[in-house]
């Protein structure tokens, strides 16, 4: 699928992959598209950065190859390694045929057949469908020296490697970068890419994307599921809930047949929502059944949904 022509082209690509995303999403991912640019994302876990990637993927039709990253990642795992025991064995079977020519078997044991090709350097190889989509996931989990090498990657999409030389791209792929900020990333590789970051959702977005995810809620309980997180993020909690959490919860709910939130079924259910004992502790109780009252209050106020 070719890629789109405009905004208003991204915005659909993104709702046929059931993403529901604003105008200002949509222009950033059309910029890093249209420019050649890796997406930067940045914000909260659980707002929807890596679900963008997945379906840029799923509905471009390319293949999505993700990097992981961790503390402690490195070439051997991001990039390339060589198959040591493969080239032991032929080593081994060369010696016994009486072939161990030391120049021929070296180019032998280190072409491209004992290369092992991690994320990075997959992603540089040709695909029939396009260019694949890159996700290189939480890079704030990683360490600076591996950020420091990922430049060379993000400048000129092209790795070297001392035993066979430099592959390149014929065409870059779509990067997509996802940081939870746990960690300043540098400014060298944020020049590289199109910035932008990934906020909670409003009121309104969140409950289109329930009634996407989370179906079987239905709508009344979702808007309660609704009002009653977007009162949680104002809260001084160790970790607010993502949309992520937000579907989590919904379809829990939705699994225990509630039709409509009363204190038991919160307080029952908030391991669905909040990922820490203290966050939990926090709001179980009095404090859920005030944050209860409000939300029913203001539905009640607003009316039926149009």
């Not at 180019?107 to 290369?115: H, K, W």
């Not at 020049?191 to 709508?219: M, Q, S």
């Not at 539905?299 to 949904?305: D, F, M, R, S, T």
Request: some cysteine; overall charge negative.
């Amino acid at each position: 699928m070719k890629l789109p022509n405009s905004v208003d082209d991204v915005l659909g690509l993104l709702a046929g992959g059931s993403y529901v995303a604003d105008r200002s999403l949509a222009t950033a991912v059309f910029l890093a598209l249209k420019l050649d640019r890796p997406l930067f994302l940045e914000g909260e876990a659980g707002v929807g950065k890596t679900e963008i990637a997945k379906v840029l993927a799923d509905t471009l039709g390319r293949k999505l190859i993700r990097l992981q990253c961790y503390e402690g990642l490195d070439v051997a795992s991001a990039v390339y390694e060589w198959n040591y025991a493969r080239q032991m064995i032929e080593i081994r079977l060369a010696e016994a045929a009486g072939k161990a020519d030391r120049k021929t078997l070296g180019e032998d044991v280190f072409s491209d057949q004992f290369l092992v090709k991690r994320p990075l350097l997959q992603a540089l190889e040709p695909d029939k469908a396009g260019p694949p989509v890159l996700l290189i996931d939480e890079l704030d989990r990683a360490d600076e020296p591996f950020e420091a090498f990922l430049l060379e990657v993000l400048s000129d999409f092209q790795i070297t490697i001392p035993e066979i030389g430099t592959i390149s791209a014929d065409r870059p792929p779509i990067v997509v970068i996802t940081s939870n900020r746990t960690r300043e990333i540098h400014d060298a590789l944020k020049r590289r890419c199109f910035y932008y970051w990934v906020g909670y959702p409003t009121a309104a977005r969140e409950l289109e994307i329930l009634g996407i995810k989370a179906p079987e809620a239905g709508e009344a309980l979702s808007r309660q599921v609704v009002g009653f997180v977007q009162r949680l993020r104002e809260m001084e909690l160790f970790k607010l809930p993502g949309i992520a959490e937000t579907i989590d919860w919904a379809h829990a709910l939705a699994q225990l047949d509630v039709v409509a939130l009363d204190p038991d079924s919160v307080d029952n259910t908030l391991g669905a929502l909040l990922k820490y004992q203290d966050d939990i502790a926090r709001v179980q109780g009095s404090p859920a059944v005030e944050i209860l009252n409000q939300v029913k209050a203001e539905i009640a106020a607003a009316g039926p949904a149009a």
